[in-house]
């Protein structure tokens, strides 16, 4: 891109907020973010059937057990009761909160391809060439390895963190926003036959891949947010990649 990282920086968020009110003004892709939504519902609805069973499981447990004790600890039977219902429904809404966001990430990667596919077919004439099953995998391959280096560096770097309280976090951030905004890029990379490798590799693009990386990073931590504004960042990176070099053709 341009010589100028603060204007490329900036051009990575405004990425991310065009791409959120791009997708939103087109109904006809809002069914590749309604597809996770349906099978994050059957989730749930199985995770919340397991864990009403198991409050139940303990709720007669201790039922049984408060009328094994003296008549007069026979009060506590309602005091238990209303904390074990009070604690359960706690614990799980806190669950569905902190974990919306990422399963639907996780669920999402399973038609976000599809949407970038769809959006470059509509907008930008550009339709998906059939891959061999040996180009499938390597992409999945790639999706692997990329995650698992990224699990690497939470973790170390979340240590690192403990001995540089600030320095630690920033660096923590830097990493993880522009790693997150290559992992969101790659579903438009992949239906151009390019490896992630290849992606990171494009010349004058760190600024604007960070930029688009941290946008898309802090959002996605917001509680429930999250599965709002995924399927507008893939929107975000497929026009983001078409318009990253008038001299590039990717």
């Known amino acids: 891109m341009g010589k100028n990282i603060f204007a490329d920086f900036f051009n990575g968020i405004h990425s991310v907020i065009k791409g959120s009110i791009s997708f939103y003004k087109d109904p006809a892709a809002w069914k590749y973010a309604l597809y996770p939504i349906l099978l994050l ?18 709720f007669n447990w201790c039922k049984n057990f408060a009328n094994s004790l003296p008549e007069y600890l026979a009060w506590s039977e309602n005091i238990v009761t209303f904390l074990l219902i009070a604690v359960g429904v706690i614990l799980a809404a806190f669950a569905i909160i902190t974990t919306l966001s990422s399963l639907y990430e996780i669920a999402g990667g399973f038609f976000f391809d599809h949407l970038a596919a769809f959006w470059e077919k509509k907008y930008f004439n550009f339709q998906k060439r059939d891959e061999s099953w040996k180009e499938s995998a390597a992409f999945l391959w790639d999706s692997v390895i990329f995650g698992l280096g990224t699990i690497w560096y939470l973790l170390l770097l979340s240590i690192i963190g403990i001995f540089l309280p600030v320095i630690g976090p920033i660096i923590l951030t830097i990493v993880m926003s ?31 891949f960070l930029g688009f990386g941290l946008a898309a990073y802090f959002l996605i931590l917001l509680p429930v947010v999250g599965i709002f504004m995924l399927p507008g960042i893939i929107v975000g990176g497929v026009e983001l990649l078409h318009n990253i070099s008038d001299n590039r053709s990717i």
Not at 181 to 205: D, Q, V, Y
């Open 41 to 58: 519902v059957f989730f749930y609805a199985a995770a919340l059937w397991l864990w009403i069973t198991a409050v139940i499981f303990c």
């Open 178 to 208: 522009y790693r997150f905004g290559i992992s969101a890029l790659s579903c438009t990379a992949f239906n151009h036959g390019m490896r992630i490798k290849e992606l990171r590799n494009i010349p004058g693009t760190f600024w604007i």
